[in-house]
């Protein structure tokens, strides 16, 4: 990959810089997903991350600052986020949620797993270790840090 590149949306630069920056600082759901994989959860900014449509809280440590009650999204990579069968694997601070694994796919040093919570997909990806593998259908709960959470205003 180059040192700088720069993501053209309808003949318009949306978003230019080093790969890096771009994969960790995505300024639309455009660049977010143009780049890689991202989980993206959209709701009313609260300032310092998103408020989801059911009521649930997601704080995002990167990105845009938004004034309360502003339509936004918030971005998350798949490789980012932890996925446990209980609540007590996630710290103090982390953003969490429950779903259910709908999916898992085997790759070899890697599993993807996808998970239905509140009408959406959710994608995460995990190495694969030795330890308990994860069986379709069952309840998770899935958490990540908000320094891993990126807010986007709305398009």
Known sequence: ?????????DGRLVQEGPP???????KSEFAATFLGDA???RGDATGN????????????????????????SCAVRPERIRIATDAGASSGNANTLKGQVSKRIFAGNNSTYFVERAGQTLKVIVQNTGSDRLAEGQNVMLSWSPESTVLIAAN
Do not use: C, H, Q, W
Not at 1 to 9: E, T
Not at 49 to 72: E, M, Y
């Open 39 to 41: 989980n993206i959860f």
């Open 49 to 72: 991350g998103i408020r989801l449509p059911d009521g649930t809280a997601i704080a995002a440590g990167v990105g845009d600052r938004l004034a309360a009650g502003t339509k936004a």
């Open 20 to 26: 890096e920056e771009i994969y960790d600082r995505p």
């Open 1 to 9: 990959m180059s040192d700088r590149i720069g993501i053209l949306r």
